[in-house]
Each structure stands twice: as C-alpha cells, then as structure tokens.
C-alpha cells in the first residue's frame, strides 16, 4: 500500500515537472521569435516607461549576459545540468520541487535551444536577451528569469526544510529528537509520549502483585506454638 501511495505522489511530480518546463519554454522561445521578427537588433521599445523595457541584444555568454564570449562552456554545462535534471526527476516525490526542477528545466532548454540552434554556430549560438529593468544592468530573457525564479523557490524550501518527499523536517540538535511536518504544516514528533508508550508497553506502570505470604524481610511465618494442658 505504502508503496503504491508512492508511485502515484511520484506520477504527480512528474507531470507537474514536465508540465512547468514545457511552458516555460514555448514563453522563452515564443517570446524570442517575436522580439527576432519585430525588433532590429539594438533596437530599444518603452513598455511601461522606464520600469520595464525590451532591447533587443544578442548574448554570447551566460544569464543576464554573464561571461561573453564563453559560449561553448555554458553549453557544455547546460547539457551537463540538463542531464543531472532528467536523472534526479523520478526522485521528486513534492509538487513544490517538481515545480523548481521544471522551472530550472525550461530555463535551461531555452537557452541551451538558442546556443546550439541559432548563429553563428552549433554550441556557440548567441542567446536572444530583450528585457530591461533599472534594478538590473544586464539584459535578460523569460528563461532567465525561470533559472532565477527556481533558485528563488529552491532558498525558501531550503529554509522551510521541505524535503524532496514534501514533509518538512525540523531538528532540535540539543535534544536529539526532531520533529515531521506535512506540507499542511501539521507536526508530529518523533519521539513517543507517555501515552503512546504505556499504550505499547502496558505492563510498565503495572506493578507486578506480590504474594502475601504473611512472611517480612525474608523470615519464616510464625506458627501458633501449641498447648498441652499437661495435668
């Protein structure tokens, strides 16, 4: 039965994971193929002022145009962090994490698409990037924002101390003993109560009856001493 409950919470992930990623990559590359059809290169467009801008530029390096001119090595390490994703996955057993794990997958396949698909060659395409925002210097895509966002997701589980299976798990390192949390935020603890141990050892404040045997500290019982009415 526990075994079962698994698959299925597993089957779950993994739609979730699969669902998340496929999104987010056709918003990256549809998002890219109209910025690449309506904008020229270098071209700036107001959105909604200053706050947000598109300028259409062509990145040779990594999120928000980090390490140009090492297009080859991003690619290597996305394929390597695309592999690592696909393998780890039948091992989410969390919707939270399956969203994380989507998020990070998308991101990486539509900038990995854009270095091994787009010019100038196979491994060293330069990556679409057109948003602008004043907080950031760098110019970005909706991939790179997925990357960012499953980071962002990955810190509050991690402070959470939501686990791969969903349950958080918080630990007093004094004490030795911990405590199991559901994602409801519901908590039990691990270490027994005193009823639950009564209830499994139900002789423990049972004291054993002691045979009356009339005899104190180990000495013999007194026998009545007989009488002889001796004439």
Avoid at 115 to 140: C, K, N, S, T, Y
Wanted: net charge negative; hydrophobic share 45%.
């Amino acid at each position: 039965m526990e075994a079962s409950a698994k698959a299925k919470v597993s089957v779950r992930a993994l739609v979730v994971l699969a669902i998340v990623a496929l999104c987010v990559y056709a918003i990256d590359q549809v998002t890219k193929f109209l910025v690449v059809k309506n904008l020229v290169e270098g071209e700036q467009v107001q959105v909604l002022g200053q706050l947000l801008q598109f300028r259409f530029v062509k990145n040779s390096g990594a999120a928000f145009s980090i390490g140009s001119g090492s297009t080859w090595i991003f690619s290597i390490v996305g394929v390597g962090v695309l592999i690592f994703v696909i393998w780890y996955a039948p091992k989410i057993r969390s919707v939270a994490w399956a969203v994380l794990f989507g998020l990070l997958l998308g991101g990486l396949l539509g900038n990995l698409t854009d270095r091994l698909l787009r010019e100038p060659g196979f491994g060293v395409g330069h990556v679409v990037d057109f948003i602008q925002i004043p907080l950031l210097p760098a110019i970005f895509n909706m991939a790179d924002v997925a990357i960012v966002s499953s980071m962002v997701l990955f810190i509050i589980l991690t402070i959470r101390g939501v686990g791969l299976d969903g349950r958080r798990h918080t630990g007093d390192g004094g004490t030795g003993t911990g405590t199991t949390a559901d994602g409801d935020g519901s908590a039990s603890s691990s270490t027994p109560t005193r009823s639950e141990a009564d209830t499994d050892n139900p002789e423990a404040d049972t004291d054993s009856p002691k045979a009356d045997t009339g005899s104190t500290d180990g000495e013999a019982p007194l026998r009545p001493e007989s009488r002889s009415d001796a004439a």
